[in-house]
């Protein structure tokens, strides 16, 4: 698995758009890149997940440039409901080694009124 | 669809005494289990993972241990709690051979060690 580096925490205000960076340097062709967020007392949750240029769902888009060694989250326009800790993964499924899937610590951001 | 579960969702247990967490997921076959742990305020650690009925990988050296009696049953076991134990443990599973790194997560069980 590719090791991963994002910034510890971020501050942001209600309304902003927000966006996390994770440096990837040493991604695998075969490696995706996920994006998972976790609330306290709770499991992280799957948000976002793409392998090259962008991807956007309900919650958040994906920036990938095309060396693909970083990814950039993007979250519309901020409520405090987004404040939690956000992952960044990279890796493939498709071989055993990858069954282990370590997170890294994360960042922790925090919307404010 | 696919649901995973895991309990009890809080314990408080006495220095010394023994652990029993148990997971399960339904509406898959052969999934990828994992038990992590996360100390308040740190990142999750990853504590043993299994591809299958039997197989556990261990990560970190520790007095837990698990088990995969079934294929989708999994157990996060300790003979002798210590203080250090005391944490939120996740169980988890994802697919195995499928693109990318996505892991599906249980409700959390809080462990006090007292």
């Known amino acids: 698995l590719a090791k991963t580096t994002q910034p510890i925490s971020m501050d942001s205000y209600e309304g902003q758009e927000v966006n996390i960076t994770c440096s990837h340097n040493n991604i695998a062709t075969n490696d995706y890149i996920t994006w998972y967020q976790q609330f306290p007392s709770q499991g992280p949750r799957f948000i976002i997940q793409?392998?090259?240029t962008k991807v956007t769902n309900e919650v958040a888009s994906l920036f990938i440039p095309a060396d693909r060694k970083s990814s950039t989250l993007s979250l519309p326009r901020v409520s405090l409901s987004d404040t939690a800790v956000y992952y960044c993964l990279v890796g493939d499924g498709l071989y055993s080694s990858a069954s282990k899937i370590i997170f890294g610590s994360g960042t922790r951001l925090s919307i404010r009124p | 669809s696919q649901t995973i579960h895991q309990w009890p969702a809080t314990l408080v247990q006495p220095v010394g005494s023994p652990l029993s967490l148990e997971c399960t997921v339904e509406?898959?076959?052969?999934?990828?289990l994992y038990w992590y742990r996360q100390a308040a305020g740190r990142g999750l650690q990853l504590l043993f993972y299994s591809v299958g009925i039997g197989q556990i990988s261990s990560e970190v050296p520790q007095n837990l241990s698990a088990s995969r009696p079934q294929d989708r049953q999994f157990i996060l076991s300790s003979k002798k709690l210590l203080l250090s134990d005391s944490g939120f443990y996740l169980c988890?599973?994802?697919?195995?051979?499928?693109?990318?790194?996505?892991?599906?997560f249980g409700e959390g069980s809080w462990l006090t060690v007292v």
């Open positions: 988890a599973w994802s697919v195995p051979g499928a693109s990318g790194n996505t892991i599906y």
């Open positions: 509406g898959t076959s052969n999934p990828n």
């Open positions: 793409g392998y090259k």
